[in-house]
């Protein structure tokens, strides 16, 4: 080690040429030794600050970069443990937030105060310094030396320097500061001004399925806090609850208050000042899980929704339903099961069922309640780790004196599971039932989803028609798995429950998806034939442009005892260029009406038995066949003329449909047969066995011994090439 301070030597009485120095030697040697005396003590002092110093150029340079390196770690050590706190909270059932003021770390204001540079009164714009930072739809608060402070919430990020306010400014500003808060925050602690406001950063550690708790510690004084929460980007604050106070620091008290949603949130916290009218004073604030979130179960204990508590008149079927399944980690539901008891807090147990999958209901089995009678029922639910729920709370419900109902329908067709269905398929149910009394139908409620429990319906319809089944009038998307279900309703015993729901995949045709309903396809998918009578719309498909379009006419109704032959509808053919996406209505003209009531109907108009027209838009259309003429009498020989056809518009080609054959009367047993489209005329003075050959689209009705019967109804046809 090489010494800094070297040892001062004596100076000589004379030097080497015998001269005596300009010094006096005696005076000199004698403060010499105390010099010495101090470089040595001084000596490793100097050795200490120069390793000390180190290859800076200083003391003072070694000294801040040290005090530099050791606030980074303090910083990053601190960083690295609360967010590695964070991750742990996350992971369990319990969580915690911190605002302590001061520590970026533990703060609840992310966002560096900006200066404001101008608002308007009653304009919605506010220029700042910078946007850079701002949240669309978060809350801040503008205060300054001039003008009150005021809250408002960012609507749209207008440019770097400007953003447009949810509601109009009230103050004319050209300063001002815009925080999340106007507290003044100082180390470790915030004094608050009468009627100051924070808003927080979105805070995410409260449960989704819970509420939550707020700790703050303020002081003594009279200041009255009040706190307010929603969850992201929701419109409505909603109050939070004052719950206790607590003393655990003299000279403050920790008010604890339930946050009422959870998930992802966003606090207010507004304290105004007492009567004193003195700052108040926040030590920090605390978010945390409730107590009963941080006791969370596996899968979410499930609530009895229907019967209603305490319903009464309940039938022999009641369907159970609790609300939606959840699990905390997220797993798929396995099963539900259902119980039903005769006794108050669920004595003695009667009824038990299982419902496998995905469910939140189930139908109660006949022949397992009786009449006039009090249950109790309760479900839970199990996940795809075997997991249970709790119970459910057990509620009441009172079946009535008499089980009348309309019988749960079964689905009949499509079969459970059915692909290279229909894109239209007909949904049939089951035949009406009544239960405990005499019942006939009224109407069917159809439904079609993409899921076993409906969440998703795509098809929801009512069929009043009478009949148990139902053409879907709009195309299913192909190669989806779709579930359906029926309800039956009753003229006097209101509606049953719904089918079990089955499923079924559409099949691939063809003609593209979602381009027609209510018709059927070609066996090669290159045509369309709509031959049931109604009106349709049609949405031309990507792909489909030249087609042949044909229409045909309904015929017209025959006659009573052997008069003449209905009328044959119109036909009419056009080639025509269709444009993806246009929409048509397609309109199948009915047949003539059939007889009905007394004789005097034998004697309608003509006009009043023709058939009606079909149409493909205002493209081309075709006109129904006219009534044949009746004879006189009952039936009396004669020459009775059969009814003229119809006629095509607007067609490439337009045809005259076939007149009716004659008729020679039910005396003379010579009957004729309708006309039929494209001219071709109905036979004459046939036998009534020849007279009822079968019949085609728009084909007229023959005449009968008896009432007449319907004409046939029109149809319309499309047929195609695709590009």
Same mark, same amino acid.
């Given at each position: 080690?090489?010494?800094?301070?070297?040892?001062?030597?004596?100076?000589?009485?004379?030097?080497?040429?015998?001269?005596?120095?300009?010094?006096?030697?005696? *005076?000199?040697?004698?403060?010499?030794?105390?010099?010495?005396?101090?470089?040595?003590?001084?000596?490793?002092?100097?050795?200490?600050?120069?390793?000390?110093?180190?290859? !800076?150029?200083?003391?003072?340079?070694?000294?801040?970069?040290?005090?530099?390196?050791?606030?980074? =770690?303090?910083?990053?050590?601190?960083?690295?443990?609360?967010?590695?706190? !964070?991750?742990?909270?996350?992971?369990?059932?319990?969580?915690?937030?911190?605002?302590?003021?001061?520590?970026?770390?533990?703060?609840?204001?992310?966002?560096?105060?900006?200066?404001?540079?101008?608002?308007?009164?009653?304009?919605?714009?506010?220029?700042?310094?910078?946007?850079?930072?701002?949240?669309?739809?978060?809350?801040?608060?503008?205060?300054?030396?001039?003008?009150?402070?005021?809250?408002?919430?960012?609507?749209?990020?207008?440019?770097?320097?400007?953003?447009?306010?949810? /509601?109009?400014?009230?103050?004319?500003?050209?300063?001002?500061?815009?925080?999340?808060?106007?507290?003044?925050?100082? /180390?470790?602690?915030?004094? @608050?001004?009468?009627?100051? @406001?924070?808003?927080?950063?979105?805070?995410?550690?409260?449960?989704?399925?819970?509420?939550?708790?707020?700790?703050?510690?303020?002081?003594?004084?009279?200041?009255?806090?009040?706190?307010?929460?929603?969850?992201?980007?929701?419109?409505?604050?909603?109050?939070?609850?004052? *719950?206790?106070?607590?003393?655990? @620091?003299?000279?403050?008290?920790?008010?604890?208050?339930?946050?009422?949603?959870?998930?992802?949130?966003? =606090?207010?916290?507004?304290?105004?000042?007492?009567?004193?009218?003195?700052?108040?004073?926040?030590?920090?604030?605390?978010? =945390?899980?409730?107590?009963?979130?941080?006791?969370?179960?596996?899968?979410?204990?499930?609530?009895?929704?229907?019967?209603?508590?305490?319903?009464?008149?309940?039938?022999?079927?009641?369907?159970?339903?609790?609300?939606?399944? $959840?699990?905390?980690?997220?797993?798929?539901?396995?099963?539900?099961?259902?119980?039903?008891?005769?006794?108050?807090?669920?004595?003695?147990?009667?009824?038990?069922?299982?419902?496998?999958?995905?469910?939140?209901?189930?139908?109660?089995?006949?022949?397992?309640?009786?009449?006039?009678?009090?249950?109790?029922?309760?479900?839970?639910?199990?996940?795809?780790?075997?997991?249970?729920?709790?119970?459910?709370?057990?509620?009441?419900?009172?079946?009535?004196?008499?089980?009348?109902?309309?019988?749960?329908?079964?689905?009949?067709?499509?079969?459970?599971?059915?692909?290279?269905?229909?894109?239209?398929?007909?949904?049939?149910?089951?035949?009406?039932?009544?239960?405990?009394?005499?019942?006939? =139908?009224?109407?069917?409620?159809?439904?079609?989803?993409?899921?076993?429990?409906?969440?998703?319906?795509?098809?929801?319809?009512?069929?009043?028609?009478?009949?148990?089944?139902? $053409?879907?009038?709009?195309?299913?998307?192909?190669?989806?798995?779709?579930?359906?279900?029926?309800?039956?309703?009753?003229?006097?015993?209101?509606?049953?429950?719904?089918?079990?729901?089955?499923?079924?995949?559409?099949?691939?045709?063809?003609?593209?998806?979602?381009?027609?309903?209510?018709?059927?396809?070609?066996?090669?998918?290159?045509?369309?034939?709509?031959?049931?009578?109604?009106?349709?719309?049609?949405?031309?498909?990507?792909?489909?442009? !030249?087609?042949?379009?044909?229409?045909?006419?309904?015929?017209?109704?025959?006659?009573?005892?052997?008069?003449?032959?209905?009328?044959?509808?119109?036909?009419?053919?056009?080639?025509?260029? *269709?444009? /993806?996406?246009?929409?048509?209505?397609?309109?199948?003209?009915?047949?003539?009406?059939?007889? @009905?009531?007394?004789?005097?109907?034998?004697?309608?108009?003509?006009?009043?038995?023709?058939?009606?027209?079909?149409?493909?838009?205002?493209?081309?259309?075709?006109?129904?066949?006219?009534?044949?003429?009746?004879?006189?009498?009952?039936?009396?020989?004669?020459?009775?003329?059969?009814?003229?056809?119809?006629?095509?518009?607007?067609?490439?080609?337009?045809?005259?449909?076939?007149?009716?054959?004659?008729?020679?009367?039910?005396?003379?047993?010579?009957?004729?047969?309708?006309?039929?489209?494209?001219?071709?005329?109905? $036979?004459?003075?046939?036998?009534?066995?020849?007279?009822?050959?079968?019949?085609?689209?728009?084909?007229?009705?023959?005449?009968?011994?008896?009432?007449?019967?319907?004409?046939?109804?029109?149809?319309?046809?499309?047929?195609?090439?695709?590009?």
């Amino acid at each position: 080690m090489t010494k800094i301070l070297q040892t001062v030597p004596e100076i000589p009485e004379f030097d080497e040429e015998g001269k005596a120095p300009a010094a006096v030697p005696s *005076l000199f040697n004698k403060g010499r030794a105390v010099v010495n005396q101090n470089f040595e003590a001084a000596e490793p002092i100097l050795q200490d600050v120069v390793e000390a110093k180190g290859d !800076e150029e200083s003391l003072a340079s070694r000294l801040s970069a040290v005090d530099t390196q050791l606030g980074a =770690l303090e910083s990053s050590s601190a960083v690295a443990v609360s967010r590695a706190q !964070e991750l742990a909270w996350k992971a369990s059932d319990e969580g915690f937030s911190f605002e302590m003021f001061g520590d970026e770390v533990h703060s609840w204001r992310n966002f560096k105060p900006v200066a404001v540079l101008k608002t308007v009164k009653d304009d919605d714009s506010v220029d700042v310094e910078s946007t850079a930072n701002l949240r669309v739809g978060s809350s801040y608060v503008i205060f300054g030396e001039t003008g009150r402070a005021e809250t408002v919430v960012v609507k749209k990020i207008l440019t770097a320097n400007r953003f447009q306010a949810l /509601s109009n400014l009230t103050v004319d500003r050209t300063s001002g500061t815009l925080s999340r808060t106007n507290w003044a925050i100082h /180390s470790g602690y915030a004094t @608050v001004p009468n009627g100051g @406001v924070l808003y927080s950063k979105p805070l995410d550690v409260l449960r989704y399925w819970s509420d939550g708790r707020m700790v703050i510690r303020r002081d003594s004084g009279d200041g009255v806090v009040s706190i307010a929460a929603r969850q992201v980007d929701a419109a409505e604050w909603q109050a939070a609850e004052f *719950l206790e106070s607590s003393q655990e @620091v003299s000279g403050t008290r920790d008010e604890t208050y339930r946050i009422p949603v959870g998930g992802k949130i966003e =606090l207010r916290v507004v304290i105004d000042s007492g009567l004193k009218e003195e700052d108040t004073r926040v030590s920090h604030m605390m978010l =945390l899980t409730s107590p009963k979130a941080g006791r969370a179960d596996a899968v979410r204990k499930p609530v009895n929704l229907t019967p209603a508590n305490e319903a009464t008149g309940v039938m022999e079927t009641p369907t159970l339903t609790a609300n939606a399944y $959840r699990s905390l980690y997220g797993l798929d539901q396995n099963c539900a099961e259902f119980r039903i008891a005769s006794g108050e807090g669920m004595a003695d147990v009667i009824y038990t069922a299982t419902e496998n999958g995905v469910a939140l209901s189930h139908q109660v089995a006949a022949d397992n309640l009786l009449t006039d009678s009090i249950y109790w029922w309760q479900c839970r639910y199990q996940d795809s780790e075997e997991v249970w729920s709790e119970w459910s709370e057990p509620t009441a419900f009172s079946t009535g004196s008499i089980f009348q109902y309309v019988a749960q329908p079964e689905n009949v067709a499509p079969a459970d599971g059915a692909t290279n269905v229909f894109p239209c398929p007909t949904l049939q149910c089951s035949i009406f039932q009544a239960v405990g009394g005499n019942d006939t =139908l009224q109407s069917i409620h159809y439904q079609v989803a993409t899921d076993k429990n409906f969440t998703t319906v795509v098809y929801d319809v009512t069929d009043t028609t009478g009949l148990n089944s139902h $053409r879907v009038t709009q195309s299913l998307p192909q190669n989806v798995v779709y579930y359906w279900r029926c309800r039956q309703t009753g003229q006097a015993f209101s509606t049953s429950a719904w089918s079990v729901p089955t499923s079924f995949t559409p099949h691939e045709v063809i003609l593209p998806q979602g381009a027609f309903c209510g018709g059927t396809v070609d066996s090669d998918g290159k045509g369309i034939l709509w031959d049931v009578p109604g009106t349709f719309e049609f949405t031309v498909p990507d792909g489909l442009s !030249e087609v042949e379009i044909e229409t045909i006419g309904g015929g017209a109704s025959g006659t009573c005892w052997g008069g003449g032959g209905g009328g044959g509808g119109g036909y009419a053919k056009k080639k025509h260029t *269709l444009v /993806s996406g246009e929409k048509y209505t397609i309109t199948v003209g009915e047949g003539g009406p059939v007889f @009905v009531g007394s004789n005097e109907n034998c004697y309608l108009s003509a006009a009043l038995r023709a058939g009606k027209t079909s149409s493909f838009g205002n493209i081309v259309s075709s006109t129904g066949g006219m009534g044949g003429q009746p004879t006189s009498g009952t039936g009396n020989a004669g020459t009775w003329s059969g009814g003229p056809g119809g006629n095509g518009h607007g067609g490439d080609i337009n045809e005259t449909g076939g007149r009716g054959g004659t008729g020679g009367g039910r005396e003379a047993d010579q009957y004729a047969t309708g006309g039929k489209p494209r001219g071709i005329d109905g $036979r004459s003075r046939i036998t009534l066995t020849e007279a009822l050959e079968p019949t085609e689209c728009g084909q007229g009705a023959p005449s009968t011994s008896g009432g007449y019967p319907a004409g046939n109804p029109g149809c319309v046809r499309i047929s195609w090439r695709q590009e």
